[in-house]
C-alpha cells in the first residue's frame, strides 16, 4: 500500500512540474519529486541511490531550476500543446523501450556473487565503489566527462548570473559557519565511500554549496578556475592510460596500490564535481 501512495505521489509531482504555470511552484513540484523518489529509491535498499537523488535532484537541480526560474527571458516562450503531445509521445516511446526488455529478462545472480568474491582486490570494502572505480571505472569516467562537457555547454552560453550577497549580518555570519563544516563533510562523505555509503559525486554536491556560500558572503570572492573543474576527468584519464600497457585492459587496478589510485580518482571527481556544480550555479566563470 505504501509502495502504491508513493508511486502515485511520485506521477503527481511530476504532473504538476511540467504543468504548473507559476515557474516557482513548479521547481517546488520538482524538488518535492526528487525526495519521493530518494525515499522510493531507500525503499528499493539502495541508499547510495537515494544519498544521490536527494543531494543532486531534490537539492542542486532544484537551486538551479529556481535561479533559472528569476530570469524571464527563460519563460518567455510558450509552449504548446503540439509541442507538449511530441515531448511526451518521445518519453512514452523511451520509457516503453526501457520496460519490455525487463519482462521476459531472465533471472541471472552472477554479477553480485563475481563483486563479492573480487572485492578483497578492489581495493576497497564498498561493493558500489569496487564497481564504480574498479571493474567498471571505464563508465565512471565517460560519466564525469559528459558531465564536465555538459557544464563547458552551460558556460559556453556566455550569461553572467547576477551577484548574490547576503546582507544581513545574521546571515553571513551563519554562512561563514556552515562553509567550513561543508567543506569537511564533503571530504568526509567521499571518503565514506571507501566502506559503505557515500562517494566523491555526494560530496562534490556538499563542496558547491560551499563554494556557493562563500561567494554569497565575499564581495569579491577568490575565483575558482577551471583547472579545478576539469582535474577530475584529467586524473581519471591519466589512470585510464597508464594501466592500458598492463594489457589486462584500461583502469585494471588490483592490489594494495589501487586503494590509493582509487583515493587519488575519487579527490579529483570530488572538487572537479564542486567547482562544475558551482559553475553551472553562477553561471560565466
Known sequence: MQDVFLSALLVILALLSLFVKNPQLSVIAFGLFGSVLAIIWLRLLA??????????????LSALMMRLSSIKRAFSESFETVRI???????????????????????????????????????????????????????????VLV?????????????????????????????????????????????????????AFQGGVLLAGAFILMSMVEKKPKKIGITAGIIGLAVFTL????????????????????????????????????????FAFRGKI
Request: hydrophobic fraction near 50%; aromatic fraction near 12%; proline fraction near 5%.
Open 239 to 278: 589512470v585510464f592510460l597508464l594501466t592500458s600497457p598492463y594489457g589486462k585492459g584500461f583502469l585494471y587496478l588490483r592490489g594494495e596500490v589501487a586503494s590509493y589510485i582509487i583515493m587519488l580518482i575519487e579527490l579529483g571527481i570530488l572538487i572537479s564535481t564542486g567547482a562544475l556544480l558551482f
Open 147 to 199: 558531465i564536465t562537457i555538459a557544464v563547458i555547454g552551460v558556460l559556453d552560453l556566455n550569461y553572467k548570473q547576477p551577484e548574490i550577497l547576503l546582507k544581513n549580518q545574521f546571515e553571513r555570519s551563519l554562512a561563514s559557519i556552515i562553509t567550513p563544516f561543508a567543506v569537511f563533510f564533503s571530504f568526509y562523505i567521499t571518503y565514506l565511500g571507501f566502506s559503505s555509503v557515500g562517494g
Open 47 to 60: 541508499p547510495d541511490v537515494a544519498l544521490v537523488e536527494l543531494l543532486l535532484g531534490a537539492g542542486v
Open 85 to 143: 503531445l511530441k515531448a511526451t509521445s518521445v518519453s512514452l516511446i523511451f520509457l516503453l523501450w526501457m520496460i519490455f526488455p525487463t519482462l521476459d529478462a531472465p533471472q541471472i545472480q552472477r554479477i553480485k556473487p563475481l563483486v563479492f568474491e573480487n572485492l578483497k582486490i578492489s581495493g576497497v570494502e564498498s561493493p558500489l565503489t569496487a564497481v564504480l572505480l574498479n571493474f567498471r571505472g571505464y563508465d565512471t569516467l565517460l560519466e
